[in-house]
Every structure is written in structure tokens, then in C-alpha cells.
């Protein structure tokens, strides 16, 4: 994300949205009752005097300002849709409080008007400029058989591609399988190299069982030498798309899972579920509980859903109770719905504390 204009006197932020997770960033900060202004296209018709056929127009690009009534985004989506009713745009072009759909996407600038900008939302575009500098982490899980690759980033993993043998072990022989298994190394190899020169990742963890991952990364490193030092071997018990989910769920090396919200936010809700398995009471969850925890000073880390701040309903009492929780030294951390772990906080209630020492009447 990038702010290219900035005026809280008047309310106004211009912005840059750069990946998918600057989209997922801006369904959580544009809410009914702002105004956006983007780039727009409209069938623009023409006189029924100056055509013969009365439904006869033309697309017309231009910017449109809409008063947000509701905000949609699915999934790992590339675009948001904001509809709401027109509040500014060219009069000879459009008609005024008629509803419109605005598309937003990625490196598109639109702009944000608020009557007021809360600190929330500053400290949400602060993270979402911080993590747009952040290369993604890359993860493979691999078996003998099969590779996954996966893009983790601030609020989303994603498989983008998926990789096998054209000739299985039971159907061929010993030497052609070992020259399918080489075909198959070389063509992960050939993308995993175009990925890192496209995306920088400060690594890419190859994840599995036994021997093969190994053999894998001194075969890449070998045929790509731009490899060495980000292509690196990470225990699994499996392979594919579960075994990407083990590496997150435990970690990765330190330097790494320092700077990815995905595994950082997997490690905190393993914390919360073991100290719940434990009955140490050095858990709360539900608003009330954790309200009464931060009250009393209690709160060592407060995680918060994504989605509980997306309710407008909601979102004023939550971001009182993150001021507070702060000022009293609390770490505060947001997360994201778009993770296994995001579910498991709104099964908790969306709202979760881990606490400094035992709270046994909450």
C-alpha cells in the first residue's frame, strides 16, 4: 500500500493499493457512511435525437465519488466492490444519488473521505505500507510424489501452483522413474526461481518427509545458484497442502516467522489453545470477560477478529477497549478471518485475551 495524499483535516486519504492484501486491508477500513472516489466506466447514452436506436451509448472512463452503503469482498478476490449511492462525478455524465458499484483493484488509487479517521484505522494503513515492503514467505510442501507451493503473506496464504510426476512408481521402471522425478524437480526448480525474482521472499521453505526435501533443494540450488541461502529444508510428517499448514501452525525459523503475521498469529491462537487445554486460567475470551481483564491490568496479549472490527455496530467499543488494553501496556494484535486461525478466535467469540497471571473469577 502506498498513501499518496494526506489530510486528516479535512478527512481525506488518497491511496495506492499494491497486492491482495492492501484489498483485504481496505474492506476492513472503508465502511458505510465514507466516501470513495475512484476511476470508473459507464455506458454513457446518447440523445434518442442524435442515434437511431435509443439504447445506442458508449463507455466513458472518469472518477466517481460514492457514499458507501455496503463493501463485498470473497475470498482471495483481486477487487473490492463498494456500492453506495453517487456523490460526486461530472453532472452531464451521471446523475446524482443514483446507486453505483465502484471496482476497486490493485494499482488503481482511489480515495477515502471520513468525517474522522480513527487511530485504528491510521495504525491499519501504518501496517498495511509496512507489510507492502515485506517480501512474502514462500512455502512448499513436498513428497515424493506431489509439491504444493503456497504465498504466505500478511492476511492470506495461497496456493499458486501445484506440481506431480507424469509417470507414477507402480508404472514405470526404476530408471524411468528416476527420470521422471527429475523432470519433476526441474520444472518446481524452473518456477520456484521465477518466483523468487519475482517476489523476493526472504525465503523459500521447502516442507516433508524424510529424504526427499533435502535432495530437492541441493538439486534446485545446483541448477539455479539464486537459490542458495532462500531455498531451505523444513521438517514435515506430510507433504502438500497439509504439510504447508504444519509449518505454519508450529513456525518456521525465528528469522523468518518474526516478519509473517500468518505464522505469527498461528503460534499466538497455539498459545491460547494450550493454556486452555491447561486450566491455568491465564485465558479469556468474550467481550465482557476481556473487558473486565483489561480493567484490571491483566491482559499480557489481546487479539481481536477482523471481522468483529468490520461491524460498525461493534467497531466503537473495540477500538476504546485496544486504547486501553495499550496504554496499559497490552500487545494487541488483529487477526485476520482469512486464516485457520481467525476461525478458531470467532469460535472464542472473535475476541481473546492472553493474560499476565490468573484471572479465576473471569
Known amino acids: 500500500m502506498q498513501v499518496l495524499y494526506k489530510d486528516l483535516k479535512r478527512g481525506i486519504i488518497k491511496l495506492l493499493p499494491q497486492t491482495l492484501d492492501d484489498i483485504y486491508s481496505l474492506s476492513l477500513l472503508i465502511r458505510p457512511g465514507d466516501v470513495v472516489v475512484a476511476k470508473t466506466t459507464r455506458r454513457i447514452r446518447r440523445s434518442t435525437q442524435d442515434v437511431d436506436r435509443p439504447d445506442e451509448g458508449r463507455r466513458e472512463t472518469f472518477s466517481l465519488g460514492v457514499k458507501v452503503e455496503q463493501v463485498e469482498i470473497t475470498g482471495f478476490s483481486d477487487s473490492l466492490r463498494v456500492h453506495g449511492i453517487i456523490v460526486e462525478g461530472p453532472e452531464d455524465k451521471i446523475d446524482l444519488y443514483s446507486h453505483h458499484s ?35 514467505l514462500i ?9 504444493v507451493v503456497a504465498l504466505v503473506s500478511a492476511h492470506s496464504t495461497r496456493v499458486i501452483g501445484e506440481f506431480r510426476p507424469t509417470v507414477s512408481r507402480k508404472a514405470s521402471s526404476p530408471k524411468e522413474h528416476e527420470q521422471e522425478t527429475k523432470q519433476f524437480w526441474l520444472e518446481l526448480a524452473e518456477y520456484l526461481n521465477q518466483l523468487q525474482k519475482k517476489h523476493k521472499p526472504d525465503a523459500i521453505i521447502v516442507a516433508g518427509p524424510g529424504f526427499w526435501k533435502n535432495n530437492f533443494v541441493q538439486f534446485a540450488v545446483g541448477k539455479f545458484p539464486d537459490l542458495k541461502g532462500i531455498l531451505l529444508a523444513v521438517a514435515a510428517s506430510t507433504g502438500g497442502r497439509v504439510g504447508i499448514s504444519e509449518v505454519l501452525s508450529r513456525g518456521v525459523p525465528a ?17 491460547v489453545m494450550k493454556r486452555l487445554g491447561k486450566g491455568e486460567h491465564t485465558v479469556t475470551y468474550g467481550y465482557d470477560s476481556v473487558s473486565k481483564a483489561v ?7 489481546l487479539l481481536v477478529l477482523d471481522k468483529m472490527l468490520a461491524d460498525i ?17 497490552s500487545k494487541t494484535t488483529i487477526i485476520s478471518s482469512f486464516h485457520e486461525t481467525g476461525k478458531l478466535v470467532e469460535g472464542l467469540g472473535g475476541i481473546v485475551a492472553l493474560l499476565r497471571y490468573p484471572l479465576a473469577e473471569l
Do not use: C
Request: charged residues 35%; aromatic residues 4%; hydrophobic residues 40%.
Open 102 to 136: 465502484l471496482s476497486i483493484k490493485m494499482n488503481e488509487p482511489l480515495t477515502i473521505k471520513k468525517e474522522q479517521w480513527s487511530r485504528e484505522d491510521l495504525l491499519q494503513i501504518e501496517e498495511a505500507v509496512e507489510s507492502s515492503q515485506q517480501a512474502p
Open 295 to 301: 480493567t484490571y491490568g491483566a491482559v499480557e496479549h
Open 313 to 329: 455496530n461493534l467497531r466503537p467499543k473495540l477500538e476504546a477497549l485496544l486504547r486501553e488494553a495499550r496504554a496499559l501496556g
Open 255 to 271: 528469522k523468518f516467522a518474526e516478519k509473517r503475521r500468518a505464522i505469527i498469529e498461528s503460534e499466538l491462537i497455539n498459545e
Open 139 to 147: 512455502v512448499v510442501g513436498m513428497e515424493s510424489d506431489e509439491a
